[in-house]
């Protein structure tokens, strides 16, 4: 069946680092988002990437954040400069055209010391 | 005025019986209600969704049951079972689910022989 990948599992990195998060969405998907949950937290909105531009991004997703689908395949989520408050579990999902249903990937466990 | 508010956080159930999980939102503009069910270690599962045009909707064990000038959802598991133990979001969207999920805050479910 086929699934949403992400890389790493788990990134510890320190404060002011710059990050990126790689994210295969399911190959035939054209809309492609990335959530972030804080632990014991709701899962929150980032963004949503569709036709090569972000087609929405939430207060949350401010000029450190950014996506890209560089080859065609890979969708990934870059923080220039991460804060302690970035540390939390980043989800990528993706959907096809006409179908509602978001497929989400295991998560990135993102801990910022 | 986007938020889904959940309850409750947490949710102990004997096997066999029914777990009750609740939903309310606030802009009558969302249309589309889904619930995900998450594991440790995992990504957000769809479950089942419902549109405000049923009040209704079952998928075997799992019911969803809207009630639109409440403005509330919730889902019904009926003869609960252990594998039933995970953490349950209730989530709303706008036209359609084409849009972004805005997630309510989870509910811890446990399941006990």
């Known amino acids: 069946e086929p699934e949403v990948t992400q890389t790493p599992s788990h990134q510890v990195t320190q404060m002011g680092q710059e990050v990126i998060l790689r994210c295969v969405p399911i190959?035939?998907?054209?809309?492609f988002y990335w959530y972030r949950q804080i632990l014991g937290q709701k899962v929150e909105f980032l963004v949503s990437?569709?036709?090569?531009?972000?087609?929405?991004k939430s207060e949350i997703f401010d000029d450190q954040f950014s996506v890209e689908r560089p080859d065609g395949s890979n969708f990934t989520l870059k923080i220039r400069s991460t804060k302690l408050e970035d540390s939390a579990m980043y989800f990528c999902?993706?959907?096809?055209?006409?179908?509602?249903?978001?497929?989400f990937g295991q998560g990135t466990r993102l801990t910022v010391v | 005025q986007q938020q889904v508010k959940q309850s409750p956080q947490s949710l102990i159930v004997q096997k066999g019986g029914i777990s009750i999980i609740n939903c309310a939102y606030e802009?009558?503009?969302?249309?589309?209600f889904p619930w995900y069910q998450q594991f440790p270690g995992k990504g957000p599962a769809l479950l089942i969704a419902?549109?405000?045009?049923?009040s209704e909707k079952k998928e075997g064990r799992f019911t969803i049951s809207f009630n639109k000038s409440a403005k509330q959802f919730s889902l019904h598991i009926m003869d609960s079972q252990p594998g039933d133990s995970a953490t349950y979001f209730c989530?709303?969207?706008?036209?359609?689910?084409?849009?972004?999920?805005?997630f309510g805050t989870g509910t811890r479910l446990t399941i006990i022989p």
């Open positions: 999902a993706s959907r096809v055209r006409g179908n509602t249903e978001a497929f």
């Open positions: 190959s035939n998907h054209l809309y």
């Open positions: 990437f569709y036709n090569n531009e972000i087609s929405e």
């Open positions: 802009n009558t503009a969302f249309d589309y």
């Open positions: 419902i549109r405000p045009d049923v």
């Open positions: 989530a709303a969207a706008f036209n359609f689910g084409n849009e972004k999920l805005t």
